[in-house]
Nanobody
Framework: QVQLVESGGGLVQPGGSLRLSCAASGFAFRTYAMSWYRQAPGRERELVARISGGGSTVYADSLKGRFTISRDNSKSTVYLQMNSLKPEDTAVYYC????????WGKGTLVTVSS
């Protein structure tokens, strides 16, 4: 049974930082690309970043330089370091993997507000 469990969300002031974690289980983690998506209120879910099993990364153009995705295959965990946060980064952040089908975590809420 594939499980993705996000953590690390919360309330942060503009300009602050957060690190999200996604603990994965139920599949050969090191083999698969892992992704972070986000969905802001009233908007569609969008890709934030993706990391391959070998560590190659892809980012949404608008987030390059502020967000960093990484993974620890020994812990079956993928991370999203978010710096210089802006109010428009407020969203539910989801962990995602495609193995033989789509799997999503339940999400973690990030609120950027003063």
């Amino acid at each position: 049974q594939v499980q993705l469990v996000e953590s690390g969300g919360g309330l942060v002031q503009p300009g602050g930082s957060l690190r999200l974690s996604c603990a994965a289980s139920g599949f050969a983690f090191r083999t698969y690309a892992m992704s972070w998506y986000r969905q802001a209120p009233g908007r569609e879910r969008e890709l934030v970043a993706r990391i391959s099993g070998g560590g190659s990364t892809v980012y949404a153009d608008s987030l390059k330089g502020r967000f960093t995705i990484s993974r620890d295959n020994s812990k079956s965990t993928v991370y999203l370091q978010m710096n210089s946060l802006k109010p428009e980064d407020t969203a539910v952040y989801y962990c995602y993997v495609f193995t033989w089908t789509n799997y999503w975590g339940k999400g973690t809420l990030v609120t950027v507000s003063s």
